[in-house]
């Protein structure tokens, strides 16, 4: 009896040392493979509240913040841009603030962004958003947004959207 008690813990033991290194093996292929190539970019700044945060809206108001980047300006199907991939978005920003981080990843680069906006949804529908601010080196109504290249694994840090509650910028849709 001793003998096969001994044999069947052998055996387990056996068993789980082979799992545990094809677990290892399997979970590790990609994770090593010094040819892959990292296909994801980011813009990183914030979002800067000129007429400070007293001018926000009420919350009833102001639901829901986003800095937002299409490939083409101005956008003419926002839906459609999102669902073909030629829009990206950042999670849900914090409202209610003078300065606000924003990180924007774009997947499969290099592309070139040329709408990067703050994104206000001022309605509990999806659909109801306007634009608050735009990247851009121009202050005027027009405000002509200034284009971003980003490349293939790189990050672009610092760059700063304006927004100026009482001088919103015209309206592209």
């Not at 001793?2 to 399997?26: E, R």
């Not at 841009?81 to 209610?96: K, Q, S, V, W, Y």
């Not at 499969?108 to 509990?124: F, G, H, N, S």
Request: hydrophobic share 40%; net charge positive; proline share 6%.
């Amino acid at each position: 009896m001793g003998y096969l008690n001994l044999k069947k813990i052998c055996c387990h033991k056996i068993i789980f040392i082979t799992l545990l290194l094809n677990l290892l093996t399997f979970s590790c292929y990609e994770g090593l493979d010094p040819t892959k190539e990292i296909s994801e970019s980011f813009v990183k700044g914030k979002v800067i509240v000129t007429s400070g945060k007293s001018s926000w809206y009420a919350p009833d108001s102001a639901y829901e913040l986003r800095v937002v980047g299409f490939k083409k300006y101005p956008p003419t199907d926002i839906l459609g841009e999102i669902l073909t991939g030629n829009a990206f978005f950042t999670d849900t920003l914090p409202r209610f603030l003078d300065t606000i981080p924003f990180n924007i990843k774009f997947q499969k680069p290099p592309l070139e962004i040329q709408y990067l906006v703050a994104a206000l949804r001022y309605d509990t529908s999806i659909f109801k958003w306007k634009v608050i601010g735009v990247f851009s080196d121009d202050t005027s109504f027009e405000r002509t947004p200034r284009k971003l290249f980003i490349e293939k694994g790189k990050i672009i840090e610092n760059v700063v959207i304006y927004v100026d509650f009482r001088r919103l910028p015209k309206q592209p849709f």
